[in-house]
């Protein structure tokens, strides 16, 4: 369920599409993700470090009803 940012005004399909992309180009840039090339990102991206940054901007993800 995706929900309109009411901050910056942007319907939810946009802010839940750009925003993990946007969080994967920062790790890029800060070192976190090293590998050159294409790679798919199970393999590459440190996954509770992913969502920890989702959470900050307002992204919520849960498995089995628990918040990660």
Same mark, same amino acid.
């Given at each position: 369920?995706?929900?309109?940012?009411?901050?910056?005004?942007?319907? $939810? $399909?946009?802010?839940?599409?750009? %925003?993990?992309?946007? +969080?994967?180009?920062?790790?890029?840039?800060?070192? %976190?993700?090293?590998?050159? $090339? %294409?790679?798919?990102?199970?393999? +590459? +991206?440190?996954?509770?470090?992913?969502?920890?940054? /989702?959470?900050?901007?307002?992204?919520? +993800?849960?498995?089995? $009803?628990? /918040?990660?």
């Amino acid at each position: 369920i995706t929900y309109t940012n009411k901050e910056y005004n942007i319907s $939810g $399909g946009t802010w839940h599409t750009a %925003v993990p992309a946007s +969080v994967i180009a920062q790790m890029i840039a800060k070192g %976190v993700i090293s590998s050159a $090339g %294409v790679h798919p990102p199970e393999k +590459v +991206v440190p996954p509770m470090d992913f969502f920890k940054e /989702l959470k900050k901007r307002k992204i919520l +993800v849960y498995i089995n $009803g628990r /918040l990660l």
